[in-house]
């Protein structure tokens, strides 16, 4: 079946941009994740949710982010008003289970480049 | 404070040459300890999930093991398509979220 899927795959934005990135985890998995992950680094945890609920946000830098899943599927994260330091990979993983002691599967990530 | 370290960074090995990659954590009620493989430009890929010391699994040319301070990743007889980068997480009370190490990156040449 079809794996996690992010778009898109590269955003190049202007500092002070808003920017919205999409993930669509494995059909039937209840859990989603979203990470970022710096180049020679591994994934860093952002967020978290169990169906539409949104479990553990504890890892969002700061208040500029924000995400959500209303309908227990698809997730938006988005970033307001970009800085620099924004400049990242970000990636989504999705469990079928509820719980982060359940494997997790990756996305390709989205490739942030704030100019 | 929890840590995940992974040792070494970086290894090179010829094609047949085994060599063990190692994770070591520091943290309190461990739940998972998981591998990743990570080829450039895409996502982690799922290897194993080790839940307990003394636990091993296989795959092909990986055998992963746990102890209660560690877990080993063993690669025997690799191959150039084994060159990737590694990664290992862990899941625990202690931090309530998966913590991954930095990864080690493994080249394999002909």
């Known amino acids: 079946g079809a794996g996690v899927s992010q778009s898109p795959r590269y955003k190049v934005t202007k500092r002070g941009q808003d920017v919205a990135l999409r993930c669509d985890p494995i059909?039937?998995?209840?859990?989603l994740y979203w990470y970022r992950q710096a180049l020679g680094q591994g994934p860093e945890f952002l967020t978290y949710?169990?169906?539409?609920?949104?479990?553990?946000k504890s890892g969002l830098p700061n208040d500029r982010f924000s995400a959500e899943r209303p309908e227990g599927s698809i997730s938006t994260l988005t970033i307001q008003r970009t800085e620099q330091r924004d400049s990242a990979m970000y990636r989504c993983?999705?469990?079928?289970?509820?719980?982060?002691?359940?494997?997790?599967?990756f996305g390709p990530g989205t490739r942030l480049l704030v100019l | 404070e929890d840590q995940v370290t992974q040792s070494p960074e970086a290894l090179r090995l010829q094609e047949g040459e085994s060599s063990s990659l190692n994770c070591s954590y520091t943290?309190?009620?461990?739940?998972?300890l998981f591998w990743y493989r990570q080829d450039p430009g895409k996502g982690p890929e799922f290897l194993f999930t080790?839940?307990?010391a003394g636990e091993e699994k296989e795959k092909e040319r990986l055998k992963a093991t746990l102890t209660k301070k560690e877990s080993f990743l063993h690669i025997t007889a690799p191959k150039p398509e084994d060159s990737a980068t590694y990664l290992c997480?862990?899941?625990?009370?202690?931090?309530?979220?998966?913590?991954f190490g930095a990864g080690t990156q493994v080249v394999v040449t002909p």
């Open positions: 993983a999705s469990s079928s289970g509820s719980g982060q002691q359940e494997t997790q599967y």
């Open positions: 059909s039937g998995h209840v859990s």
């Open positions: 949710f169990n169906y539409e609920a949104q479990q553990d």
């Open positions: 943290v309190s009620g461990l739940r998972g």
């Open positions: 080790l839940y307990s």
């Open positions: 997480a862990v899941y625990s009370d202690s931090w309530g979220k998966l913590q």
